[in-house]
């Protein structure tokens, strides 16, 4: 008879020899040779909107094991209520809208009630005209959106302008003990409907092989759309009723089977939300994304509740921010008026990405303009171009260039852990977001003021790259900027030198 300790030691034992063959495989996927800048795979298409999807069988997704979306809802469209099993990064690429996460156990606390009652449906009870539900929050162009791991959300388009989120799961995330991929529950609505009616011949699937790959069968269509109704569609409607109290006929509208709008519905004559009303000055600010000008105040309470002053008690989980405008001036880390700008949300701007283990940055290159060749210490990072034209090129360990090539707005490209990499704007200039798998992600710079070789001794210099020590004292010290480089300074030196 096997002992307890036996069983408990086989098991230890299989646990560590399946972490490992993980471990093996996510090093075999990060050996990259050449990878191409990404477009989205598939298009799925909806009542009131379209999700593009990129694939996330791609080698470099794998790699970093990290997944991407973007969402395009039209106005008065509404992204039904769904969960997914990862922890979720979304930036609002442009419009504006509203959105809520539903946080279990915490109350809700925006609420509206009349005395006046009328009839309901079921046994001549009466019911107070009233609503209640969790916080929900305005949403702007320079958002960045925090959802934790199996958290409850949707999105409403409650503008003129088409809404344009992209979104970033981390598929490798310790939350996440599904698989490797993110798979999406539907609380509501049928989501396969409009995916099964292309198939019989609508045009509205689009679909980009990447590098002459064959597309894997039941690739996200078979994960998310195809084949798959909301969560209720699983249950009998007899205890759907009963759960919820309602009759059949309710329930059944809950499973949704009946439903052709896809997974993006349009709203009918707009969504009657509880929220604060903003005052004239917060509208201005929410419109811009940021109030134009460094509140020192602000930046104190983006600190609270994730650094050297936390004491547990500042925020809870109810009450932690889940949105945060990433072009606010004050968060800009690195400016330079004649090259550009960056900006960094870590966990110690934004708290809830310490839960998340996230962070983001927004960037910003003038007109051929270069950011400092680095490399990121202690994540993998999803690059997406939003305006312009960037130039990139990627360097592996093995000192062979992986990627160069141009990106265009729209255009997504993957830079692993530690892989060097050096990015110029375009004729255009250039902005992008960035994703980062760790809440504090930290790069090291090879060029500029503070950097790997200037902080090296000028002898250690001259001798590992053969110069004379005058040689190496020019290399560390004629490049003055820290992290931007201006193109009209770098010409000026080539001029004088």
């Known amino acids: 008879m096997v002992s307890k300790a036996s069983l408990l030691l086989a098991l230890s034992l299989l646990f560590t020899a399946c972490l490992a063959r993980q471990r093996q495989q996510q090093q075999d996927q990060c050996q990259l040779r050449n990878i191409e800048a990404l477009e ?32 395009r809802i039209q106005p008065g469209g509404l992204l039904l209520p769904s969960y997914v099993n990862t ?10 809208g509203v959105h809520g996460v539903i946080l279990p156990g915490c109350p809700e606390t925006y609420e509206y009630s009349q ?24 949403l702007n162009q320079g958002d960045v959106v925090a959802i934790p791991t199996g958290a409850a959300h949707w999105l409403h388009n409650d503008g003129d302008l088409e809404l344009v989120a992209v979104v970033f799961f981390d598929t490798q995330n310790y939350n996440n003990q599904l698989d490797e991929y993110h798979r999406r529950f539907f609380l509501a609505g049928n989501p396969q409907a409009q995916s099964q ?30 084949n798959s109704g909301n969560i209720f569609n699983g249950f009998d409607a007899e205890f759907i009723a009963g ?82 405008n990433i072009e ?9 008026p004649q090259a550009g700008k960056i900006a960094n949300l870590n966990s110690f701007k934004f708290p809830i990405l310490k839960h998340l283990q996230l962070s983001a940055e927004r960037g910003e290159l003038q007109r051929n ?33 992986i990627f160069d090539n141009e990106l265009r707005e729209g255009q997504v490209v993957v830079i692993p852990q530690n892989f060097a990499v050096i990015k110029r704007a375009g004729e255009q200039g250039a902005r992008w977001v960035s994703f980062k798998t760790n809440d504090n992600a930290m790069i090291a710079n090879l060029a500029g003021r503070v950097s790997a070789i200037s902080s090296l001794p000028v002898d250690v210099v001259a001798n590992s790259y053969q110069l004379s020590r005058e040689d190496a004292q020019r290399l560390k010290f004629s490049q003055r900027e820290t ?13 004088s030198a």
């Open 40 to 71: 989205p795979y598939d298009i799925i298409q909806a009542e009131a909107g379209v999700t593009e999807i990129w694939d996330a069988d791609n080698q470099q997704f794998q790699c970093a094991g990290v997944d991407f979306i973007r969402h």
């Open 87 to 96: 922890p979720i990064l979304a930036f609002i690429e442009r419009g504006r």
């Open 115 to 138: 005395d006046q009652q009328f009839s309901g449906e079921r046994g001549g009870q009466e019911f107070e005209s009233q609503d209640r539900h969790q916080k929900v929050e305005e």
């Open 197 to 226: 009616q292309q198939q019989q011949g609508r045009p509205q699937i689009q679909r980009h092989q990447q590098q002459g790959r064959p597309r894997r069968q039941g690739q996200w269509q078979g994960r998310q759309f195809q």
């Open 243 to 324: 759960a919820f109290n309602v009759d059949r006929d309710t329930a059944e509208k809950l499973q949704g089977q009946r439903d052709q709008r896809g997974h993006i519905v349009k709203a009918q004559q707009g969504l009657q939300i509880i929220r604060p009303q903003q005052s004239r000055q917060q509208q201005q600010q929410s419109r811009r994304g940021s109030s134009g000008r460094f509140d020192p105040r602000q930046q104190h309470q983006g600190r609270r509740g994730s650094g050297g002053w936390s004491n547990g008690f500042e925020e809870t989980i109810c009450s932690l921010k889940l949105k945060e």
């Open 328 to 336: 606010n001036p004050s968060h800009a880390d690195f400016v330079n």
């Open 369 to 401: 303009a270069i950011q400092s060749p680095h490399w990121t210490i202690n994540a993998h990072n999803l690059l997406y171009v939003t305006e312009g034209n960037l130039r990139v090129q990627i360097v592996n360990n093995e000192g062979n260039s």
């Open 483 to 495: 992290v931007l480089f201006n193109p009209s300074y770098r010409s000026q030196g080539r001029a």
